[in-house]
């Protein structure tokens, strides 16, 4: 009986243990909220693509964004589809997220063609981080790839000086694919001076750019990890450079579609609406790989300077 006792105890405390620590890692630090899968644009190998046209109301986006911060969250990316298609609603959002919600860090990933200088002088003290979008500054490239219009570079440099005055993070992101993975960007990349350049391997997603019976089909523009590794080689001492390979993306983020749902890149389900179920609940019930979040340095500098408070409020979460 003696011994059935101390197993019994063992057990139930590491379930204990397993649990709170369960809880107490999963805490959704940053998300990357896609209200609106639409688009101006129509990029081959696409992985979130536009299979409705539906976005919360601003009321409810509000609700569950308060209830992300309220779970932990401290920084919020916004992405699409394309956020600049719905600028009054990305506008109110980014300046409730930092005047309200009190967030560390509000980013934005675009492709650009909608961004307009008066609408950042408008919210640019509530904006750490634009991302542009930028597979190749070839115009040619760009326009086989589905986002060009042969004047995807000149918009590039026009925000990217939009954003040094009021002191916005201009970041660049790259989806390294068969048509531009033999393109040398060092000499752009010196003058843009990102603070931060990902190179994204492409990647294939169920149901959304795998087949021919998706609205994308990512199979032509595939390359292997050796061909993604020879374009890295060839950038790799550039400041702002930042790998990005399948193994990193496929499960280190944390998506919020425009239901409000996690998504499961894993091939299950997405969850059910935060705003039915709750953070934790839909938290639980997707697979989000926080120690790939990680690894691919999740963590980082993600709060413009003069907005900084001296220190990472949590201890714990400290990069």
Not at 51 to 60: C, E, F, P, V
Request: hydrophobic share 35%.
């Amino acid at each position: 009986m003696l011994l059935a006792w101390i197993v019994f105890t063992t057990v139930v405390a590491f379930l204990i243990r397993k649990t709170f620590f369960s809880t107490k890692k999963r805490r959704p630090v940053s998300v990357n909220y896609h209200f609106s899968r639409q688009c101006n644009k129509s990029c081959g190998f696409c992985f979130h693509t536009a299979l409705s046209s539906d976005k919360a109301s601003l009321n409810d986006a509000k609700k569950g964004l308060r209830l992300l911060k309220e779970a932990g969250m401290r920084k919020l990316n916004f992405a699409g589809g394309e956020p600049f298609l719905h600028p009054n609603f990305l506008g109110s959002l980014v300046d409730y997220c930092k005047e309200e919600l009190r967030l560390e860090s509000v980013s934005i990933v675009t492709n650009g063609s909608l961004v307009r200088e008066e609408w950042l002088k408008t919210h640019a003290r509530n904006i750490d981080i634009l991302a542009v979008s930028c597979d190749s500054f070839n115009e040619q490239t760009n326009i086989e790839i589905g986002r060009g219009a042969g004047d995807q570079v000149t918009i590039l440099y026009k925000i990217a000086d939009w954003c040094q005055n009021p002191g916005i993070m201009f970041k660049l992101n790259t989806v390294v694919c068969r048509l531009n993975m033999y393109e040398d960007m060092n000499e752009h990349i010196a003058r843009l001076q990102p603070f931060r350049w990902k190179r994204f391997q492409l990647l294939m997603v169920a149901d959304e750019n795998d087949s021919d019976k998706t609205l994308r089909d990512v199979r032509k523009f595939m390359i292997s990890d050796e061909e993604y590794e020879t374009f890295c080689q060839r950038h790799n001492h550039q400041s702002s450079f930042v790998a990005e390979p399948n193994n990193f993306m496929a499960k280190s983020y944390l998506i919020l579609d425009e239901y409000m749902r996690f998504l499961d890149r894993d091939g299950r389900q997405p969850s059910s609406p935060i705003l039915e179920v709750g953070v934790g609940n839909a938290l639980s019930s997707v697979y989000w790989d926080e120690e790939s979040f990680e690894e691919r340095g999740g963590y980082y500098e993600w709060t413009r300077e003069e907005t900084q408070t001296g220190g990472c409020a949590d201890e714990s979460m400290k990069w």
